[in-house]
């Protein structure tokens, strides 16, 4: 399958990124949501004057009747399936996993070197701290020029700031890189991606990962 980046990709997403995302039809490019600068009333983002659906269209808290909210997933793709999610993020450990497996036995850095008197754990610590810099250089490159990783583009989503729908930025990318992989290689691998991924599953309303969180963005779908 091509891997051949979409126009405008780079380190810093340009100004005619394609993922980001548009206003709608005849609105111009300033936000639907922008106050007015003669000071009037901000008009209500849901056509025909009528209140939004009970937590906007990805669910949340009821409408409280206060001013209507700015939905920042207004003009993005539909949020990406939590299952999907899941798959990917396996398709990209295992992707990586067998690079670090291969550079460790090459290096003949084995987790645990044993004797007689002890158990010699400090090829343990190298080999999570490469195991470590590979998965979060992997996930930091393919986001911020592609916003995708191979196995969320062979699912068709992709990872989109939560404010503007853009590709991440390399900064960006790095902070939700490292939420993620530091602690899956130094102390808790299955629990903490358990956790961190898992937490999408239940999350309101925009399906975040604590990494998404951290890094404030979500993963949409591309399919």
């Not at 930025?169 to 961190?196: D, E, G, K, N, Y």
Request: net charge negative; glycine share 14%.
């Amino acid at each position: 399958m091509s891997t051949e980046p979409p126009p405008g990709s780079g380190g810093q997403p340009p100004e005619d990124d394609p993922f980001k995302k548009q206003p709608p039809p005849g609105e111009g490019a300033g936000s639907p949501y922008d106050r007015p600068s003669g000071g009037g009333e901000q008009p209500p983002p849901y056509g025909g004057g009528q209140p939004p659906p009970p937590g906007g269209p990805y669910g949340g808290g009821p409408y409280d009747g206060g001013e209507y909210p700015a939905d920042p997933l207004a003009g993005m793709p539909p949020l990406a399936d939590s299952g999907m999610r899941t798959l990917a993020r396996l398709i990209d450990m295992v992707l990586v996993g067998v690079v670090v497996w291969l550079i460790t036995w090459g290096f003949d850095v084995d987790e645990y070197q044993v004797n007689a008197e002890r158990v010699d754990v400090g090829n343990r610590v190298t080999q999570s701290v490469i195991a470590a810099v590979l998965y979060m250089a992997y996930d930091t490159i393919m986001i911020a020029r592609w916003g995708q990783t191979l196995g969320k583009k062979w699912l068709n989503m992709r990872v989109a700031h939560l404010d503007d729908g853009a590709t991440p930025s390399a900064q960006t990318s790095l902070i939700r890189a490292a939420v993620l992989w530091i602690p899956f290689a130094f102390c808790c691998a299955c629990i903490w991606t358990a956790i961190c991924g898992g937490w999408s599953f239940f999350d309101k309303p925009y399906k975040q990962g604590l990494h998404d969180k951290a890094a404030k963005t979500v993963v949409v779908s591309t399919g």
